[in-house]
């Protein structure tokens, strides 16, 4: 099993910035990739970014690319979304997936972000 623990969520006003961390313990061993994906009030949970464990291959949702970025302590086992230029819009409970080479997935229970206008 894999625990996953977001935090760095919170309220920032339209064009701030925020950091979010996601800690990964237990059987962390064989991380392929650890994602953010995010959902707000009344919509469907979307892609944010993915970065792939081995070599640090990136990737992003067109709504965030440009603004965040994805990182990783693989020392930690902790993955970070820097988050700039926010807006209205980035508001959501971002969620922190932890991919497994083997393919099974763990999702964190989320951190809240509020972007006030």
Do not use: H
Not at 24 to 32: F, K, L, P
Not at 62 to 81: E, M
Not at 92 to 115: E, S
């Amino acid at each position: 099993q894999v625990q996953l623990v977001e935090s760095g969520g919170g309220l920032v006003q339209a064009g701030g910035s925020l950091r979010l961390s996601c800690a990964a313990s237990g059987r962390t061993a064989s991380i392929y990739s650890m994602n953010w994906f995010r959902q707000a009030p009344g919509k469907e949970r979307e892609f944010v970014a993915t970065i792939r464990w081995s070599g640090g291959r990136t990737s992003y949702a067109d709504s965030v690319s440009g603004r965040f970025t994805i990182s990783k302590d693989s020392a930690k086992n902790t993955v970070y979304l820097e988050m700039n230029s926010l807006n209205p819009e980035d508001t959501a409970v971002y969620y922190c997936r932890f991919v497994a080479v083997a393919g099974m997935n763990y999702w964190g229970k989320g951190t809240l972000v509020t972007v006030s206008s």
